[in-house]
Each structure stands twice: as structure tokens, then as C-alpha cells.
């Protein structure tokens, strides 16, 4: 296997390669990536992926890890069952 083949968002099933190849062409902060590439939009929400992304993008602009803007987390920041919010977040028996 390339490394380049390694799934880096499992959620949205997105490679290192692809990754690599937007941040090639401009792409420059979490957030635009994740508009064109979805990653961290899954089912974790980011948890699996946004520190990986943030690597990728630290390694290639060459600024800290820190200096890298996180991108937006809006909440649920847990996925919650439709169920749970319908009965307006009162836990079942
Ligand atoms: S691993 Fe990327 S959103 Fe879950």
C-alpha cells in the first residue's frame, strides 16, 4: 500500500492523496477543505480526522500546529439519535 492511499478521514473515506492535492492547489485552512472534501463531517464529527488535516497543513504551509485555525466545530459535537431530541432530551426509562 502507497502512504498516499492511507485513509486519513474514515468517516467520509478520504485519502492522505487527496488531501495532499487540494492543499496543492490553494487550499490552505481546515475549513475549505472540509466544503470540498467533507472531512469532518462524518459521523465523529472531525474527532478521527481534524488532527491529522491540521498535520497535513502544518507540514505543508510550514506554520506551527497551533497557528493552524481548527476550523468551525458547531454543535452536536456528539452524534445524538433523532429519538432523544423528539422527546425534547429527556433521557429514556
Ligand atoms: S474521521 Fe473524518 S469525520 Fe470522522
Redesign the pocket.
Known sequence: MNADDIV?????E?TREEIRAWIDRGYRRFDELKRIL?????????????DIVLRELSRATGEPMDAICPGTIRPPVKPVKLGLLSRGGETPK
Open positions: 486519513i478521514c474514515r468517516c467520509e478520504v467533507r472531512i469532518g463531517m462524518g459521523p465523529c464529527q472531525g474527532r478521527g480526522c481534524r
